[in-house]
Nanobody, 122 residues
């Protein structure tokens, strides 16, 4: 059993920055792909970014060049640094642990955090 807890969300003006954290407990996550997804009101949950056990990173086109994912295995934590935020980045952000399959789709993830709200004002 893995428990994930996101933090770092909030209200920020367009062009601003936020750093999200996801702390895992119950299992070490160093050997797993970890990802961030987001869900805006009325929309499906969508892939944002992922990082594998070797540190290779993956990004949605919409955030490439603005967001950076990283991990600190000693702290069992994954981060998402979000810069140059836009109003369209407004969503609840979730971290997740990949069980199997493609890292780009929600179906392969078996543990999710409760999410943290990010609101970007124009």
């Amino acid at each position: 059993q893995v428990r994930l807890e996101e933090s770092g969300g909030g209200l920020v003006q367009a062009g601003g920055s936020l750093r999200l954290s996801c702390v895992a407990s119950g299992r070490t996550i160093s050997g797993y792909v970890m990802a961030w997804f987001r869900q805006a009101p009325g929309k499906e949950r969508q892939f944002v970014s992922a990082i594998n056990s070797s540190g290779r990173t993956f990004y949605a086109d919409s955030v490439k060049g603005r967001f950076t994912i990283s991990r600190d295995n000693a702290k069992n934590t994954v981060y998402l640094q979000m810069n140059s935020l836009k109003p369209e980045d407004t969503a609840v952000y979730y971290c997740a642990v990949l069980k199997s399959g493609s890292l780009f789709y929600t179906q392969g993830y078996d543990y999710w955090g409760p999410g943290t709200q990010v609101t970007v004002s124009s």
